[in-house]
């Protein structure tokens, strides 16, 4: 049995976590793991009750069933030795020894942003990962996200309904939809996206391993986006991971009353960018690392606007206008306003000036 396939076998065995198989993998006797006896499993680190396991379990028809059972379900695995593991995520702090996909794996190779964010977002931050993921499909861009509640899923949604590239990245088992409510978000992404997972089928749910996912997203990202989060907020993990592995991040700025915003603003002051935009995001790359539909934009219709949109257009129609002059002229509140000039920014309809001074693009 060759060693991409003992590798498999050890990522997928009970009680070997990733520290166990780097042990084994930088001990250089990964080749020679079938014939290893419980007290070689002791020496790698294991425990006694681990090692018997190992002694007993770890065997070639053990892991051929295992290979079986993935491939009748339709499911890719790749190794870190693979030449279609992404790149990515092998140059990342801790990359995964064994990934698992449904989809199309194609994506793993394309220019790709991470999009996360607060699982109960407000109607701002919907709006925004909304408009956001559409911008950078538009331009070729793969949004990559976890498919969690909130923000995750919206992502998916907005890149699947414009038909647009988008991976998720699933801190469960790779045949166990969660949460349940996504089951044809699931199914919808492995047939038009790709689903990616470091868990074999089978795994147990727990929750330490969704931190272990945000790993992940970050690892096959160029830059973590996050649009909307709070203080204990699993989307800051991801942004941790994405400069842990030297990975551009990004953040969406939020009203400073909101307890949304209270993880993005704290990122924007450790250094992240303040982006109001796709292009925003994209100068920080080479427009050779994306594809850049500007035929299609050209031609591509006015975005929509709602009425309140309208509303604000028509008025700048007349010239520029400062934010307090809007404020005055619509008896709006703050935050409602500044939802909607963002809203209009990103849509390319209006820009900022300096002093806060708004006008038509």
């Known amino acids: 049995m060759d060693r991409r396939q003992i590798l498999i076998g050890l990522h997928e065995s009970p009680g070997m976590g990733w520290k166990s198989v780097e042990r084994i993998i930088h001990s250089g006797e990964i080749e020679h793991a079938l014939d290893f006896k419980m007290s070689d499993w002791v020496e790698k ?25 993935h491939q009748s379900k339709g499911i890719h695995i790749l190794t870190i030795d693979d030449e279609n593991y992404p790149t990515l995520m092998k140059e990342s702090i801790k990359p995964a020894w064994v ?45 990559v996200s976890g498919m969690a509640r909130g923000i995750d899923g919206v992502c998916h949604e907005a890149a699947l309904g414009c038909q647009g590239q988008t991976i998720a990245v699933m801190g469960t088992a790779i045949d166990m939809p969660y949460p349940s ?39 096959l990202t160029r830059g973590t986006v996050v649009v909307e989060a709070d203080l204990r907020s699993g989307s800051l993990i991801t942004a941790d991971a994405a400069m842990e592995s030297n990975r ?45 539909f500007e035929e299609r934009n050209s031609t591509k219709k006015q975005p929509e606007l709602t009425e309140q949109e309208k ?34 920014i990103i849509k390319k309809q209006v820009v900022q000036l300096p002093g806060s001074l708004y006008k038509l693009i």
């Open 181 to 219: 409510e996504h089951h044809g978000l699931y199914k919808r992404i492995a047939k038009d996206g790709l689903i990616v997972s470091e868990y074999p089928s089978g795994t147990a749910s727990h929750p330490g391993l969704f931190p272990q996912r945000n790993r992940i997203i970050a690892g």
């Open 311 to 344: 509303h604000i257009y028509h008025m700048l129609e007349q010239g520029s206008i400062h934010f307090d002059g809007l404020i005055s002229r619509t008896a709006w509140d703050f935050g409602l306003l500044h939802s909607v000039l963002l809203s209009l």
């Open 248 to 292: 551009d991040v990004f953040a969406v700025p939020g009203q400073i009353t909101s307890p949304k915003s209270v993880g993005t603003l704290g990122l924007i002051r450790q250094g992240a960018k303040l982006i109001t935009s796709a292009q925003d995001i994209l100068d920080e790359y080479n427009q050779a690392d994306y594809l850049c």
């Open 99 to 143: 990934l698992y996909a449904k989809g199309k794996l194609e994506l793993l190779s394309s220019m790709s942003i991470a999009m996360v964010g607060t699982r109960i977002p407000t109607a701002y931050g919907k709006k925004v990962a909304s408009l956001l993921t559409e911008d950078l499909c538009a331009r070729g861009v793969t949004v």
């Open 45 to 69: 680190g294991l425990s006694e009750t681990q090692a018997s396991r190992m002694a007993t379990h770890f065997t070639e028809s053990w892991i051929q069933e295992r290979a079986e059972l």
